[in-house]
T-cell receptor, first 117, second 114 residues
């Protein structure tokens, strides 16, 4: 069964500090891994996407890594800001699962990040 | 910019009522999805549609139905709402030919069934 596990469940940090969120997955056949940011009361918004051959991708202060051998990904946030307070969701796509055209997505349960001033 | 809108941000319904949640996207996407999101469980796929009048069950279709009469609009129907359907409902859309499978989400509808 395809699964995505994220840790920690929640995290509290002070503004300006760095943090790293973890994602482990068992999804096959692997297509890509995406990190979404979801603000409270909003829909998720894509931050980064990585395919099998990519091991690092940056988007401003967000840097995602992927180790396809160990099936692990991390999201590193540098110099955190109050606006980084949100849920961060790891999502893994399975390639052409069941012949569908949409790519079966498996979602992690998310890490809730709170940044305090 | 892709825009996915949902008809209501908050909805309160009584047990047994028929509930309609509407979703509209403006980017001519072929694929549309309905998810529910519950604390600690992540997003779970209820139904999706890859074309007008076409639909497929997701992981948790029981108690729900859908309708797609126009390409831009995808409706989720709760035939007889129950308290265990209290949840956040998210609609999403994607391009058929996008092999990155990126889905664009609406703002969500928080449904409370009392």
């Amino acid at each position: 069964k395809n699964q995505v596990e994220q840790s920690p469940q929640s995290l509290i940090i002070l503004e300006g500090k760095n943090c790293t969120l973890q994602c482990n997955y068992t999804v096959s056949p692997f297509s890509n891994l995406r990190w979404y940011k979801q603000d409270t009361g909003r829909g998720p918004v894509s931050l980064t996407i990585m395919t099998f051959s990519e091991n690092t991708k940056s988007n401003g202060r967000y840097t995602a890594t992927l180790d396809a051998d160990t099936k692990q990904s991390s999201l590193h946030i540098t110099a955190s800001q109050l606006s980084d307070s949100a849920s961060y969701i790891c999502v893994v796509s399975a390639a052409n699962a069941g012949g569908t055209s949409y790519g079966k997505l498996t979602f992690g349960q998310g890490t809730i990040l709170t940044v305090h001033p | 910019d892709v825009k996915v809108t949902q008809s209501s941000r908050y909805l309160v319904k009584r047990t047994g009522e028929k509930v309609f949640l509407e979703c509209v996207q403006d980017m001519d996407h072929e694929n549309m999805f309905w998810y529910r999101q519950d604390p600690g469980l992540g997003l779970r796929l209820i139904y999706f549609s890859y074309d007008v009048k076409m639909k497929e069950k997701g992981d948790i279709p029981e108690g729900y139905s859908v309708s797609r009469e126009k390409k831009e609009r995808f409706s989720l129907i709760l035939e007889s709402a129950s308290t265990n359907q209290t949840s956040m409902y998210l609609c999403a859309s994607s391009l058929l030919r996008d092999r990155a499978y990126e889905q664009y989400f609406g703002p969500g509808t928080r449904l409370t069934v009392t």
